[in-house]
């Protein structure tokens, strides 16, 4: 028995993640044994606990195999004194889910590449930070602050995870970072040099951050696994997206070093389509591909969901994002776009 945490969070999430449900419960409904539990987190947390993440939520997760999470975030909590971001930052930070791989694939387009973003530390977690008063030509004036900073240990266990991966792709690694200005970054790439020796067959690349926004746009057939910390990697996750057409296309699986996973598509809670029955299910239910092929071990059943959502895609039905991208589009709504994939998922399952 599998027991499968599922935070749907905000805007978007719960309308992305009833999808994924659906593929699940036809799972159920054909014989797999998966429980599955429903909890909050985000600012829908917030409004009903007064806190992004409850002690209740922390406390179940250690009966739970794996959790799938929507997105959190949105314009009604902009001036709360908690933030919805702060539930997920928590629940990454307190369960050590300190690598996040982001496959890059489109059916549709030659591209195929993972960006493996540290998810643990750097400047999202670095200490101190905060905001400070201080008299500057005479006036007070507010100041804030935040750290970067990486040690030898995080950037290995990364890197490890990183080569492996590429050992069983094209073996190629291209660590991303901005070593000629940052000190964080000079020991970044050190240390990845020195862990290259234990992966003499994978040809090890290094780039700037800033030229690797033009090179990942223009010549993307040359990457293959991508390194890179926390903050560079979210912003080329998003950056990436236009590879594939859509932000709403790219799913996610973050590891620690037990045997939990949490899955959730790359972007975030899109307020701006809310509740409006058009959000693009892909991200999500490309990451429980992930989830059947990594928790599950189930090929059988991950092949049968990529090529259920490969074929909705194929016939040309797709959400209003992917239009530009699709031929003969037909648009369909969120939930449509579930049902058609559950449709050709049920037929092989
Ligand atoms: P976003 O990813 O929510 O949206 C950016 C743009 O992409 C928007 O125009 C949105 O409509 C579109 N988009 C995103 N997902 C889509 C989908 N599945 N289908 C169709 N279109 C989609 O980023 P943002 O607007 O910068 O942030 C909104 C909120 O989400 C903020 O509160 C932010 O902090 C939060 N956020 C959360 C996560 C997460 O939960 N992992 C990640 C990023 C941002």
Redesign the pocket.
């Known amino acids: 028995m599998i027991n499968l945490l599922i935070l749907p ?5 719960p309308e ?1 993640i009833k999808q994924v449900i659906k593929i699940v419960k036809s799972c159920i409904y054909t014989g797999y044994k998966i429980n599955i539990i429903y909890n909050y987190i ?2 829908i947390s917030i409004d009903k606990f007064n806190t992004p993440i409850t002690n209740n939520l922390i406390s179940i997760i250690k009966y739970i195999d794996t959790i799938f ?7 009604k ?2 001036h709360s004194i908690f ?3 702060y539930g ?1 930052l928590k629940l990454r930070k307190k369960f050590n889910f300190f690598t996040n791989i982001r496959p890059i694939k489109c059916p549709f387009k030659n591209i195929d590449i993972i960006i493996v973003r540290e998810l643990n530390g750097g400047i999202y977690y670095g200490k101190p930070k905060g905001f400070s008063k201080q008299i500057i030509n005479q006036i007070p004036t507010w100041y804030a602050y935040n750290t970067k900073i990486y040690n030898e240990q995080e950037i290995i266990r990364l890197a490890r995870i990183s080569f492996n991966l590429a050992l069983n792709r094209k073996k190629k690694l291209c660590s991303i970072d901005k070593s000629n200005v940052l000190e964080t970054f000079k020991l970044w790439k050190k240390t990845i040099n020195y862990v290259h020796k234990f992966y003499n067959k994978v040809k090890l690349s290094h780039i700037y951050i800033d030229y690797a926004t033009i090179d990942l746009i223009k010549n993307f057939n040359k990457f293959d696994v991508i390194i890179t910390s926390n903050l560079f990697g ?1 912003i080329i996750s ?1 950056l990436c ?1 236009l590879l594939t057409g ?4 790219l799913p996610s699986i973050s590891i620690n070093n037990k045997s939990l996973s949490l899955f ?10 809310a509740n409006k029955n ?7 239910l490309l990451s429980l591909v992930m989830m059947f092929e990594y928790v599950l071990n189930d090929f059988k059943l991950s092949n049968n969901l990529y090529y259920s959502i490969y074929k909705v895609l194929s016939y040309g039905f797709c ?4 239009k530009k991208y699709i031929r003969n589009f037909k648009i369909v709504s ?1 939930e449509e776009f579930g049902d058609l994939v559950n449709h050709f998922f049920i037929i092989n399952v």
Do not use: R
């Open positions: 969070g905000d805007g978007i999430g992305i985000g600012g999470l929507g997105c959190v975030g949105g314009y909590w902009n933030k919805p971001e997920l979210d998003d997206s859509s932000l709403g296309m959730e598509p790359c972007h975030g809670s899109a307020p701006d389509i058009i959000a693009n299910p892909v991200g999500a959400t209003i994002d992917m969120t």
